[in-house]
């Protein structure tokens, strides 16, 4: 498997603002958008909304992971999204989202499934998940998504 932050580049790591969950939500396509990672983002983000409102991707722990499958993708991508006061979002735990992986999603089910495990892997870790919560900037979370892949 490929590490993580293989599927991601530096300027896919954004601050949120706001604390609703569809802001969110938009202001990761608006990074979709800005960097040109899909051809028809308007398609992708009609399938993150309708995935949303069948169940939360809320994973617990201060993380969320919408998904999508994108036909004719080249490769799997990740947007990240922080939020340092917490995202309004329906949590099986009850807390507020402060993470949100968007991936998208190509043909390779295998590779998605083990980048998953991967994410809530590191997110259990109680210390890499604090450290990740504490990063002053959006560099300083890439630099440590690097170590710990």
Not at 19 to 30: F, K, P, R, T
Not at 33 to 57: G, M, V
Not at 78 to 91: A, E, K, M, N, P
Not at 106 to 118: A, F, G, T, V
Request: hydrophobic share 40%; aromatic share 8%; net charge negative.
């Amino acid at each position: 498997m490929k590490q993580i932050i293989s599927y991601m580049k530096e300027e896919y790591i954004i601050e949120l603002e706001g604390s609703d969950s569809s802001n969110a939500l938009e202001q990761l396509m608006e990074t979709v958008k800005a960097n040109n990672i899909l051809p028809d983002p308007d398609t992708f983000f009609e399938k993150i909304k309708e995935r949303e409102e069948q169940s939360s991707t809320a994973i617990g722990l201060g993380v969320a992971i919408p998904h999508a499958r994108i036909e004719n993708l080249d490769d799997i991508f990740i947007v990240l999204g922080r939020s340092v006061d917490g995202i309004d979002y329906v949590t099986p735990d009850g807390t507020p989202v402060h993470l949100i992986f968007l991936i998208g999603i190509n043909s390779n089910q295998s590779e998605y499934l083990k980048i998953l495990s991967r994410i809530s892997w590191l997110i259990r870790n109680d210390n890499f998940r604090s450290n990740l919560f504490s990063c002053a900037t959006t560099h300083d979370i890439f630099e440590l998504l690097k170590e710990h892949n």
